[in-house]
């Protein structure tokens, strides 16, 4: 019989954002097999509703677990976590499972000027669980919350393009500098933006529009290295870790929606080879989910 430790770690997105999170888990956990899984026919989450966005979480977790049996899952997007992760929690009680979420409180202990830009999905921004985090640090610093309607979909659907030589002109660039603008001062001056919390998986791979927008000064916080620790704690502390000679680190990649895409972002962003991906459609099962 195969050994739990041997068995992959399952990681899904709506999309190809998550692959930022595979790429530091795979960084951190090398013997690890990886199973993730696209849901880009159904992107983007951010703008769809916690029942919608429930309904796909419960659906690929259950796929996740009959069809690949893995030992752990990484909830590799911020809007699927605010979403649905207590349901998956309680529904699978001894699946070790890790969410995400802004990282506002590691951009408390960088700021300098106090001032901190959470950019994120329209459902993660708006969540009663990213309401109560911001609430819990009242006082603690100066939080400028805006959602980002349309970008994590804007940068799905370029990653089979070529980058262009500089980031002006594409519908990224325009959403980015429609948002950054909104916010009002970025740098190290008083009372300016000097750290900018990416609250969705998919906005560091917009990192040079950003970059180009806010100046070289501002520091991004993005999750994929804590989550990927905290990934590595939870398989210690439930002996589940891959033994280093269990076999050839790998990785399988499926997607819902359109297979050049998923295979595009594999290569350009993880170096993984096309035949790492393939497609696969999962139903949703709307009748066993119960709105958050
Ligand atoms: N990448 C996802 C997140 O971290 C969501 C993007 C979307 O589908 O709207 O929230």
């Known amino acids: 019989m195969t050994s739990p430790n041997s068995q992959p770690i399952g990681v899904?997105?709506?999309?190809?954002?998550?692959?930022?999170?595979?790429?530091?888990?795979?960084?951190?956990?090398?013997?690890?097999?990886?199973?993730?899984?696209?849901?880009?026919?159904?992107?983007?989450?951010?703008?769809?509703?916690?029942?919608?966005?429930?309904a796909r979480t419960h659906a690929i977790t259950r796929h996740l677990l009959e069809?690949?049996?893995?030992?752990?899952?990484?909830?590799?997007?911020?809007?699927?976590?605010?979403?649905?992760?207590h349901e998956v929690r309680s529904r699978y009680p001894a699946l070790p499972l890790v969410g995400l979420e802004p990282a506002v409180k590691p951009a408390l202990a960088v700021t300098q000027t106090g001032r901190v830009g959470v950019i994120g999905t329209r459902g993660t921004l708006t969540s009663a669980k990213f309401g109560k985090l911001l609430a819990s640090l009242q006082g603690q610093a100066e939080?400028?919350?805006?959602?980002?309607?349309?970008l994590a979909h804007a940068i799905e659907r370029s990653v089979d393009k070529p980058v262009p030589a500089s980031p002006q002109g594409t519908e990224t660039w325009e959403l980015c500098e429609r948002y950054i603008d909104a916010m009002g001062a970025f740098?190290?001056?008083?009372?300016?933006?000097?750290?900018?919390?990416?609250?969705?998986?998919?906005?560091?791979?917009?990192?040079?529009?950003?970059?180009?927008?806010?100046?070289?000064?501002?520091?991004?916080?993005?999750?994929?290295?804590?989550?990927?620790?905290?990934t590595r704690r939870l398989l210690e502390s439930a002996g589940l870790l891959a033994a280093a000679a269990s076999g050839a680190p790998q990785a399988q990649l499926f997607t819902t929606g359109g297979l050049p895409q998923l295979q595009a972002a594999a290569q350009r962003w993880l170096n993984l080879p096309a035949d790492c991906c393939q497609t696969v459609a999962i139903a949703s099962d709307t009748t066993e989910h119960s709105a958050a």
């Open 12 to 54: 899904f997105d709506s999309g190809v954002g998550g692959l930022s999170v595979l790429r530091a888990l795979r960084a951190e956990l090398p013997h690890e097999r990886f199973v993730y899984l696209a849901d880009s026919a159904h992107a983007p989450y951010g703008e769809r509703g916690d029942a919608y966005v429930g």
């Open 187 to 230: 740098g190290t001056g008083a009372g300016a933006i000097d750290t900018l919390v990416l609250g969705c998986t998919h906005y560091i791979f917009a990192e040079r529009d950003l970059r180009t927008l806010v100046g070289p000064e501002v520091r991004f916080i993005e999750t994929g290295e804590p989550v990927a620790r905290q």
């Open 67 to 85: 069809q690949h049996g893995i030992k752990a899952l990484v909830v590799a997007c911020n809007t699927a976590t605010a979403a649905a992760i």
């Open 143 to 150: 939080f400028v919350v805006q959602p980002c309607d349309g």
